[in-house]
């Protein structure tokens, strides 16, 4: 079957523009993380789903920063008023469900730049 | 604060010699570690885990909890394996990995 498939592949936008990353995880994964990997740093942890729980949005940088998940699956990150350095690697990825012995399957990532 | 450090951005070999790719953690309780790869082009992928303790790819890491370390070794390093990565620690009771800032492995002829 399909893997974690995000889109757009690439985004440029513009200082203070919004914009919207989309992560459509495995089918039946309940799990569904999003990351962020800017420029020659490790990946870091933005936000968390598992099925109907309250989302883990502890490592949201800031407020401008907002993610759902509509029906349990696909997932939208929302950046509002983009700053450069928002530009980043955000990558998604999903697992069966929480916790240990359950690998997280990654999505190739979308490419922000923020001019 | 809970870190994994990855102490060498580039590891260069050649081709036949032997690699170890460093990774230290600081955690106080029951980790669990993994190593991920990202080969060129392609997406971040889990390429082992301590509590399977098995090799792949003819690579091999062992948890060591008194030095907090958890280093990939392969005795003989191949073109193939030239790629980033990243090693993660998963705190016990806990979901989300937390990532070093990754190794690029590159294997020269």
């Known amino acids: 079957g399909a893997g974690v498939s995000q889109s757009p592949s690439n985004k440029v936008t513009e200082k203070g523009k919004d914009v919207e990353l989309r992560c459509d995880p495995i089918s039946g994964h309940t799990a569904l993380y999003w990351y962020r990997q800017s420029l020659g740093q490790g990946l870091e942890f933005l936000i968390y789903?598992?099925?109907?729980?309250?989302?883990?949005k502890s490592g949201l940088p800031s407020d401008r920063f907002s993610a759902e998940r509509t029906g349990g699956s696909v997932s939208t990150l929302t950046i509002q008023r983009t700053q450069q350095e928002d530009s980043a690697v955000y990558l998604c990825?999903?697992?069966?469900?929480?916790?240990?012995?359950?690998?997280?399957?990654f999505g190739p990532g979308t490419r922000l730049t923020v001019l | 604060a809970q870190r994994v450090t990855q102490p060498e951005k580039l590891l260069s070999v050649f081709k036949g010699a032997p690699v170890e790719l460093k990774c230290n953690y600081s955690y106080s309780g029951s980790p669990e570690l993994f190593w991920y790869v990202q080969y060129s082009r392609q997406r971040l992928q889990l390429l082992l885990r301590?509590?399977s303790r098995e090799s792949i790819k003819g690579f091999t890491a062992d948890l060591n909890k008194g030095e907090t370390s958890f280093h990939l070794k392969k005795p003989f390093a191949q073109e193939e394996d030239s790629a980033m990565y990243y090693c993660?620690?998963?705190?016990?009771?806990?979901?989300?990995?937390?990532f070093g800032s990754g190794t690029r492995l590159l294997v020269r002829p």
């Open positions: 301590h509590i």
């Open positions: 993660a620690l998963r705190m016990d009771s806990s979901y989300k990995l937390i």
């Open positions: 990825a999903s697992s069966p469900r929480a916790g240990s012995y359950n690998e997280q399957f």
């Open positions: 789903f598992q099925g109907n729980s309250a989302p883990d």
